[in-house]
């Protein structure tokens, strides 16, 4: 018993320096775009695939702007949270390109750092992804929450947008949220075994037939669950829900 609790005292005392190594990396990977006045990187290799487009609410900083929220971002412990997530997902890195935009309402009050790095990278078991956004709330000095989206460049590739559409109503309803919150971040096409999507219950008829579908990954950014649909998108059953990193 004794040995396991050295042991135990041994891996949180490592967790502690990988958190403090993280941490000196985010105020010298900030400290860096700072003095460089976010200057465009050299042109990055050409990939597969096209970034999904920033939203027209986002307006891109002024150096003021700019300025101010980084310091925002450095003094707040949910801003170094952010941060730390970045480096922990490998998007503290020279090579990646850091962008700051503030709502089109909100100002400042409400910013958006995009992370675009040359490589794919990320903690994901099922997918990689070269793209990180971060949504910071604050209220006069003081950041509220953030919220960590990553992009996935071949997002839906081979998934029709009126069924991407359908699934995403479908899903909302079951999940008793609003759609706009959600999106397909991954779509494989699937034949199931039956009209159940084969998740159906004991004591459940299912039609037994063979069904062409979708098992789909949909994300609310903070959340992931994971649905299987027909061919239509309209209807569709929760396989599981997975917590993101």
């Given at each position: 018993m004794l040995k396991r609790k050295l042991r135990v005292g041994r891996i949180e005392k490592s967790q502690g320096k990988s958190q403090l190594h993280s941490l000196a990396w985010s105020v010298a990977w900030v400290s860096g775009a700072i003095i460089s006045g976010f200057a465009p990187l050299a042109a990055k290799a050409a990939e597969p695939g096209a970034q999904t487009a920033i939203p027209a609410v986002w307006?891109?900083?002024?150096?003021?702007?700019?300025?101010?929220?980084?310091?925002f971002i450095l003094n707040s412990p949910l801003g170094i949270a952010a941060l730390n997530q970045l480096a922990i997902e490998g998007f503290i890195n020279p090579t990646c390109q850091k962008t700051?935009?503030?709502h089109a309402e909100y100002g400042s009050f409400q910013s958006l750092l995009q992370v675009e790095c040359p490589t794919h990278r990320g903690i994901s078991t099922a997918r990689s992804y070269g793209e990180m956004r971060v949504t910071f709330n604050r209220f006069e000095d003081t950041i509220l929450d953030f919220k960590v989206e990553r992009i996935y460049e071949d997002d839906e590739a081979d998934l029709p947008s009126t069924v991407a559409q359908a699934i995403v109503q479908t899903a909302a309803q079951q999940l008793e949220?609003?759609?706009?919150?959600?999106?397909?971040?991954?779509?494989?096409?699937?034949?199931?075994?039956?009209?159940?999507f084969?998740?159906?219950?004991?004591?459940?008829?299912?039609?037994?037939?063979?069904?062409?579908?979708?098992?789909?990954?949909?994300?609310?950014?903070d959340q992931n669950w994971v649905f299987r649909t027909n061919a239509e998108g309209n209807q569709a059953r929760l396989e599981e829900a997975v917590s993101t990193p």
């Open positions: 307006q891109r900083a002024t150096p003021a702007d700019q300025n101010q929220i980084w310091e700051l935009y503030t949220v609003e759609p706009a919150t959600l999106q397909v971040i991954q779509a494989e096409e699937r034949t199931w075994t039956d009209g159940c084969g998740l159906g219950g004991p004591a459940e008829l299912c039609l037994a037939a063979l069904v062409e579908g979708w098992r789909v990954v949909i994300s609310d950014g």
